[in-house]
């Protein structure tokens, strides 16, 4: 059995910025049946190209919940191309260790991340 930290455990019984954002700058949806996976992850981003809001809805793991509840709290401010460079060793560093099994399903919280950008920027002339 995998043993989750103190901080993993904190976010996953009160996260934060659960939600949507009505008419959000992008939007990054991810579906996976084979992990019991489903989300949706919301940005704001400002005229200078910053992210102003993050809110997400999610059904699954423990270990996703707590990995969408801090990046949801690590992206505004931040400008886009700073938020790309968040990756599953920075956002485990800040659950204070993620159990490396459990990356693969927390990972999507990085992938969605990169397809609500990805999003943002198509809307972006």
Known sequence: MDKYSRATIREFMSPSNIGSID??????HITDNADSVELTLFINVDAAGHITDAKYRVSGCTALI???SVLSKELPG?????ALT??????SSLLEGLPESKWRCAGYAVEALHLAIE?????TP
Do not use: C, F
């Open 78 to 82: 931040k400008a886009i191309e700073e």
């Open 119 to 123: 999003d943002y920027r198509s809307k």
């Open 66 to 68: 707590a990995t969408l």
């Open 86 to 91: 968040i990756d599953m060793p920075y956002l």
């Open 23 to 28: 008419d959000p700058s992008g939007t990054g």
